[in-house]
């Protein structure tokens, strides 16, 4: 068996892991897709091996923010495996990579069928909604630059690098503002050393500072993450 690179199905013993193979088939994440839309019926899994998947929200006049950020560590789409009939957000490409794929109907029957993996999925839902609130209060009581900060991490974390391939506009979104106050969340923390950025790379230089730097919600949601899904 190939050997699964997604923390999260890594996670589960070899038994499960080997007969689970069977059902999925790597898919690539192209920037700008769209796996699922909100509110819709339920959609394929995937469980990222590399890239970042985003969490979306909207409102009518079309704005979107970000709710949650999804890297090697977790899956999107699987909520529809713990009995919810559709998703209560989007989730969209932020950064290129992998994804290991599952029908929605076929993930349905083999957590009925695997309490190991229906387990997991049911700490991950968990999980999910944590990420989802916290955010929420993050972006309504902490100014850009320490949800920026967080963003950084949060993003260095999933990837595994200190290189960043994020755009100013994906950072926006990410943490709930314009496009401006992320050029001066940005231009803030370049001043003190902590990172170096271009037009679609950011470079974290001082990762401890960054840390100083960000609000309780990293530590937190760092915390809940090792607490419910062990990534």
């Known amino acids: 068996m190939t050997p699964i690179r997604n923390r999260l199905l890594a996670q589960l013993p070899r038994g499960v892991q080997e007969r689970l193979a069977q059902h999925v088939r ?13 509110r819709a019926p339920a959609a394929p899994a995937y469980f990222p091996e590399s890239g970042l998947v985003s969490l979306l929200t909207s409102v009518r006049t079309g704005e979107t923010m970000d709710v949650g950020l999804v890297g090697s560590d977790s899956v999107v789409g699987a909520l529809a495996a713990t009995g919810t009939a559709d998703m209560p957000f989007e989730g969209a490409v932020r950064v290129q990579g992998v994804a290991l794929k599952i029908e929605a109907d076929v993930l349905r029957a083999q957590t009925a069928s695997e309490p190991h993996l229906a387990g997991l999925l049911a700490r991950h839902a968990q999980f999910t909604v944590a990420q989802c ?39 926006a979104h990410m ?8 050029t001066v969340a940005l231009g803030s923390l370049d001043a003190r050393g902590l990172v170096a950025h271009g037009r679609a790379h950011i470079v974290i230089r001082n990762r401890s500072g960054l840390e100083a730097a960000t609000c309780e ?14 990534a």
Do not use: K, N, W
Not at 137 to 149: E, G, L, M
């Open 217 to 230: 919600c990293y530590g937190l949601m760092r915390d809940e993450r090792r607490r419910l899904i062990g």
């Open 175 to 182: 943490m709930g503002v314009r496009r401006e106050s992320v």
């Open 26 to 38: 790597p898919v690539a994440l192209r920037v700008g897709e769209v796996l699922f839309r909100a």
């Open 133 to 171: 609130v916290t955010s929420a209060a993050c972006i309504a009581f902490h100014p850009a630059s320490r949800r920026c900060a967080r963003c950084l991490l949060v993003a260095s974390d999933l990837l595994s690098s200190t290189e960043l391939p994020l755009t100013h506009d994906q950072l």
